[in-house]
């Protein structure tokens, strides 16, 4: 049958499909509208597995807090390249996702993967837009976090987020130091809140480390076990959150910058989220 140009519009309003592919797909469809859609969501499976092996060191990062500021989820999704990370339907899926987990809170990436949205799995919409872009997209990093207070930084370029949640409030407003706090995570990437949330894999690791180089600078073997413990004490130091030092005033720790907004405020969970 014959397909008009009022077809193919009609088809790319749909999906959102360049002309041409939108031509070929109702053509090969015998003008179905149904059977169209699917020949181009299946092009986008294409698309998606050709450019499986691509990396997506751009995109961007969707963060949603609750109204009270007690819950945030932030949802990185990458892509190839930053034009399509300004994208309009790449910023639209991206919201829309972030929304979603929001909504529901799934406990992983694979639930939110398989969970619905606008008629589609987050995985189908992700592998359409893909098919409609021409790039690799993919959900990099999918965090959420719960706390007294829940702040969350984004940064200028809109790749790199923070989870901050607080605990200890206290009904103090913490939303400036907060800032800084989550400020803080995302420049000086902390493996953990404390020493005691260190793995104990990376602890023994450190260990091992500083005694070979306590051994290689020639000290004596009764010393090594000190002088790895004062290294150890020095990597607490510095990728530790609550033992860094702050970095707008090194003459305090960031323990005692919460600490003096208010007794006992400290951070209960924080979540680093980036494209790359």
């Known amino acids: 049958m014959a397909i008009t140009a009022q077809d193919v519009n009609k088809l790319r309003q749909m999906t959102g499909a360049g002309m041409m592919d939108c031509k070929k797909a109702l053509t090969e469809a015998d003008g179905d509208f149904e059977a169209a859609v699917d020949i181009l969501r299946k092009k986008g499976q294409k698309v998606s597995a050709s450019r499986a092996d691509r990396e997506t060191t751009e995109g961007a990062v969707f963060i949603k807090l609750s109204d009270d500021s007690t819950f945030g989820v932030a949802v990185a999704l990458g892509c190839e390249t930053d034009f399509v990370a300004k994208n309009e339907s790449?910023?639209?899926?991206?919201?829309?996702?972030?929304?979603?987990?929001?909504?529901?809170?799934?406990?992983?990436?694979?639930?939110?993967?398989?969970?619905?949205?606008?008629?589609?799995?987050?995985?189908?919409?992700?592998?359409d837009l893909c098919g409609k872009i021409g790039e690799k997209i993919s959900i990099v990093t999918y965090e959420k976090v719960t706390g007294d207070k829940v702040i969350s930084y984004l940064h200028s370029n809109a790749k790199l987020g923070v989870l901050l949640a607080l605990k200890g409030v206290n009904g103090a407003d913490v939303t400036e130091v907060g800032k800084d706090v989550a400020m803080q995570i995302a420049a000086m990437k902390p493996i953990a809140i404390d020493k005691d949330d260190v793995d104990t894999t990376v602890v023994e690791r450190e260990i091992e480390v500083g005694k070979e180089l306590a051994r290689n600078e020639g000290k004596p073997e009764a010393m090594?076990?000190?002088?790895?413990?004062?290294?150890?004490?020095?990597?607490?130091?510095?990728?530790?959150?609550?033992?860094?030092?702050?970095v707008k005033d090194n003459s305090k720790t960031i323990?005692?910058?919460?600490?003096?907004?208010?007794?006992?405020?400290?951070?209960?969970?924080?979540?680093?989220?980036?494209?790359?």
């Open 224 to 246: 090594l076990d000190k002088i790895a413990q004062g290294r150890l004490q020095k990597f607490y130091k510095e990728q530790t959150l609550l033992n860094q030092e702050f």
């Open 90 to 127: 790449f910023q639209a899926l991206g919201n829309s996702i972030a929304g979603l987990a929001f909504d529901h809170k799934f406990a992983t990436t694979d639930e939110l993967l398989a969970a619905t949205i606008g008629g589609y799995t987050v995985e189908s919409s992700i592998i």
């Open 255 to 276: 323990a005692q910058l919460l600490d003096g907004v208010t007794k006992g405020l400290t951070v209960s969970a924080f979540k680093r989220v980036t494209v790359a």
